[in-house]
């Protein structure tokens, strides 16, 4: 059985036992989080698909760790000028190990 999730304006397919980093989240390592944002369900007799969500279908996930990422750089100038800024920027991201999808 697999699902079709948004989370953070992002939608991402997850299983039993996957792993997946989202955008950051309140929540301590351990701490169990249910998100009722399934758009479909997918396995077992027939898919299931909401308009936008499913009625009833969760999926219960687990924070595995918060962290951020790589660091990335931004460069901008203004040519014929001396004007020239170099930034840069980690974005905060918690992984999730999904534990169960819940079906309507």
């Not at 397919?13 to 758009?39: A, F, H, N, P, W």
């Not at 004007?83 to 079906?103: A, N, S, V």
Request: charged share 35%.
């Amino acid at each position: 059985m697999s699902a079709i999730i948004k989370i953070g304006g992002k939608q991402f397919t997850v299983k039993e036992g996957d792993v997946i980093r989202v955008e950051k989240m309140d929540g301590e390592l351990g701490q169990t989080v249910k998100i009722d944002s399934v758009m479909a369900l997918i396995g077992g007799e027939e898919p299931k698909f909401g308009s936008p969500f499913v009625q009833g279908a969760s999926v219960e996930a687990r924070v595995k760790r918060q962290g951020r990422a790589k660091k990335i750089f931004v460069f901008r100038y203004k040519p014929k000028k001396r004007i020239r800024t170099k930034t840069g920027h980690r974005q905060h991201y918690t992984e999730l190990e999904i534990d169960k999808i819940i079906t309507a």
